[in-house]
């Protein structure tokens, strides 16, 4: 349980084995309000892919989500959810690379934190639902990021990926996966090998402040 201002989250941290720790990612789960938790499958992939690259991995539950306390806030709550995580990553790893994986509804949330804290150094998003929130924010994010999109997700327009994608700055890169759904149900391998490849492509020196 993290200790967060108002509630505790209930987490399950991963540490790699047989590599150098290089940095640490918090993971931001799907809405709460539709079934989502730290146990999601593309959450729990992407932690997979995180580890492989030498990166302890923190999935975490929201507030009101499994155990931890709190209610359900729209989002607003629970972004000051996801900076007591990163706080506490801070805290664990002093002087490590932080970073940020979100999917759906936890992009939107852990994406504006990730990309306003100086600490977090690097940001993933995994099926960002266009149709629902404003990722307007990621034109101003000269931080690494790699966003993963299915061509077929409902919430996700292959237009509207598009069209976000040419307003990017050039240290985020775009990956459409043909024929994948929101929940990437048959390309869960792709996502991870991608997300494991940016990471062990993040060099210290070359990450945004």
Partial sequence: MIPARSVQLEAVLSEPHNLP???AVALCHPHPAYGGTMDNRVVFRAGKAAV???FAALRFNFR???NSTGSFDQ???EKDDVACVVDWLGRKYPGTLLALIGFSFGAWVGLQVGCADPR???VVGLGLPLNFYDFDFLIENF???LFIAGTQDEFCPHGRMQRLARRLPPTSRVHLI????HFFVREL???QSLVTDFFRGLKPGQVGS
């Avoid at 043909?178 to 759904?181: C, H, S, V």
């Fill in 189 to 191: 391998d792709q996502v």
């Fill in 64 to 66: 009101g989500v499994g």
């Fill in 52 to 54: 492989a690259a030498g």
């Fill in 75 to 77: 989002g607003i709550g």
């Fill in 21 to 23: 720790l290089r940095g």
């Fill in 143 to 145: 931080k690494p990021a």
């Fill in 120 to 122: 977090t150094r690097a």
């Fill in 178 to 181: 043909e024929g994948a759904d």
